[in-house]
C-alpha cells in the first residue's frame, strides 16, 4: 500500500488506521454539512425551519422544488445555462486543439505558446469593462454571440496551455505515416492526431463546461436581459422576491448545484485532471 | 515533421483561429482598460484624458484603503488556512487504500465544483441572524446575542472569508494528493528502515518533496483572492459600506453603480497588476527550493 510506514507495531498501525479514517470522515461530514443541510431545508416549509432547522424534512414538502422551477424559468434559463456552456465547449475545443497542434508539433519556438497562455494570468475583471462598453456601442450587449464570444475568449488561453501539452504527447511517426500515406495535413490532423488526443479534450471541455455553467460576473454585466438568463443569475435573483422564503431559496440552490455535482462525479478524472495540470510537478 | 513546417502558411491555418479570438477579447481589451484608465469616463461618451488623476484619487481615497486592507486579510487568512489544512489532509487521504481514496477525493471536492453563487447563497442561508443553523447553535448553547454576521461591519469580512476558505480547501487537497501520488515508493520504504515513524515521514519527506506544489497553491490562492468577487458580493454585496469589499467587488461598484467607468478601469488594472506580479513572484521564489 502506498506511503505505508512499516517501522510500527501492528497494533500502533491499526489504531492510527483507525484513527486516520475517523478524522477523515468527520473532516468529510463537515465539509458536506452546508450542502446537506440545504438538500434537507429544500425540503422543508418555512413552518418546518423555524421550529428546528436541523430536523429531517416532516412531511418532506415538495412544492419548494416545483414553485422554484416556475420562479427561476427553469426550461428558459436551465436551456439558456446549457447553450452558453456547450456552445463554448465546442469552438474551445475546436480552436484550441488546433493551436494546442500548432505549438507543439508545427512550430520551433515557445513563442506562441507563450504569449497564448499569458491570458491564463489575466483576470476576467479587467477584460470586462472595454468588452462591455465595446459591445453595447455595437449592440452586441445581451446577445448570445456576444457571451459566448467572451467565455471562448476568456478559455484559451487555458486550451491552449493543456492541449498543448497532449498534442506533444502524440508520436510524430504517426502523424508523418498519415502524411507519406497522402494525406494533407488537416486531414492528419482530423483523423490521426485528435482521437489520440481525447483524453486532453475530454479534460478540457469538462472544465469549461463547469466553469461556463457556475460563471456569475460575466452572465451578470452582460445578460441583464430576462430572455438570456442563466440559471446561475436566476437563482441568484430569487433573493430579492424570495428573500423570507428560505425553503425557497435552498431549492434554488439544490437546483443550482444539481448539474454541476452530476457531472462532476462522471467526469471526475477529467475534472481534476484539468485542475491539476501544471499546478503538480512531475 | 520538417515536411508539414517547410509550408509554414499551411500550418498558421491552425493558430489562426485561437489566435485572432484571442488579440480581440483579451489582448486588446487590456490595451483599452489601460487607457480608459487614464480617463474621466462614464461609459457612453467620449472619454476625457486624466492622466494619471484616477490613480491618485484611487489610492487616497480611504476607502480604497479599506478595500485593500480585506484583501491582503483574506489573502493571509486564505494562505495560512488552506495549504496546511489540504496538506495534511491530502496526506491523509494518501495513507488511505486507493478505493478510499477515491471517495474522499470526491467528497472533499465536491463544494470546489459547485457554483460559488451558491455556495454564497447557502452561506447566507447559515449565517442569517434569525433562523440559520449557526446562529441557532449559539443560542442554544446559551450564548445571550449571537453576532449578526452579515450586517455588523466588524465581523462581516469574516463572515464572507468563511465560504471563500471553505469552498477551494478541498482544490488543493487534491493538487496536493495528485503530487503525493507521484512520489516514487521507495522513498517510504526506506524511511521505515530507517525506523521513521508518521511525523518524521511528514515534515522530513513530504513537506519538501510538495514544496513546489505548495508555492503553486500559494500563487493560486493570491491570483484567486484578488479576483474574489461572488461570495463579498452575493452574500453582503460588499457592504455594509466596504466593509467586506475586496478590489473586485469595488470595482464592480464603482463601475456599474457609480457609473465612473476609468476609475473602474484603473482599479482593475490594479487587479491585473498585482494578480500577474504575484504568479511571477512566487515563481522565482518557487525555484530556490527546488532540489
Known sequence: ?282 | MDYLRKKWYRSLIFVIPALVIYLIMVIIPIGQAIYYSLCDWNGISTPTFLGFENYITMFTNPDFGTVIKNTVISTILALLIQPTVALVFAFMIYRCAEKAQKVYRVLVFLPAVVAAASISLMFTLLFNSEIGPVNQILTSLGVQNPPNWLSDAKIVLYSVITPMIYQFIGYYVVILLAGMQSLPEDIFESAALDGANVVQVFWKIVVPTQAETIIMCCVLIIGGAMKAFEHSYIMTWGGPGVASSFLGVYMYNTTFQGGKFGMGSAISIVIMVLAVTFAILLKKFGRKFEY
Not at chain 1, 41 to 54: L, R
Not at chain 1, 201 to 216: E, I, M, S
Open chain 1, 1 to 282: 500500500m502506498k506511503g505505508q510506514i512499516k517501522s510500527t507495531s501492528p497494533a500502533m498501525q491499526k489504531a492510527g488506521t483507525i484513527a486516520k479514517y475517523v478524522v477523515l470522515s468527520i473532516w468529510s461530514i463537515i465539509t458536506l454539512f452546508p450542502v446537506v443541510w440545504v438538500f434537507m431545508t429544500a425540503f422543508k416549509d418555512n413552518g418546518q425551519i423555524f421550529v428546528n432547522p436541523f430536523a429531517l424534512p416532516n412531511p418532506a414538502v415538495p412544492s419548494n422544488l416545483t414553485e422554484v422551477f416556475k420562479a427561476v424559468n427553469f426550461g428558459n434559463t436551465f436551456l439558456n445555462s446549457l447553450i452558453f456552456s456547450a456552445s463554448t465547449v465546442v469552438i474551445i475545443l475546436v480552436i484550441t486543439s488546433m493551436s494546442g497542434y500548432y505549438c507543439a508539433k508545427l512550430t520551433r519556438g515557445m513563442k506562441m505558446y507563450s504569449f497564448l497562455i499569458l491570458g491564463m494570468m489575466m483576470p476576467a475583471q479587467t477584460i470586462l469593462i472595454p468588452i462591455f462598453t465595446t459591445y453595447v456601442k455595437v449592440g452586441m450587449n445581451n446577445t448570445r454571440i456576444g457571451l459566448i464570444l467572451m467565455y471562448v475568449g476568456m478559455n484559451i488561453a487555458f486550451g491552449t496551455f493543456i492541449l498543448t501539452g497532449f498534442m506533444k504527447g502524440v508520436p510524430d511517426a504517426v502523424i508523418e505515416s498519415g502524411v507519406i500515406d497522402g494525406a494533407s495535413s488537416l486531414r492528419a490532423f482530423f483523423s490521426l492526431v485528435i482521437p489520440m488526443a481525447k483524453p486532453g479534450l475530454a479534460t478540457v471541455g469538462t472544465f469549461v463546461f463547469l466553469n461556463t455553467w457556475n460563471d456569475f460576473l460575466v452572465a451578470f454585466i452582460m445578460a441583464t436581459d430576462v430572455k438570456l438568463q442563466t440559471l446561475n443569475l436566476a437563482c441568484y435573483q430569487l433573493r430579492g422576491v424570495y428573500s423570507s422564503d428560505y425553503g425557497l431559496l435552498s431549492a434554488g440552490c439544490v437546483v443550482l448545484m444539481t448539474p454541476a455535482i452530476i457531472i462532476f462525479i462522471v467526469f471526475q478524472e477529467q475534472v481534476i485532471k484539468g485542475l491539476t495540470a501544471g499546478a503538480v510537478k512531475g
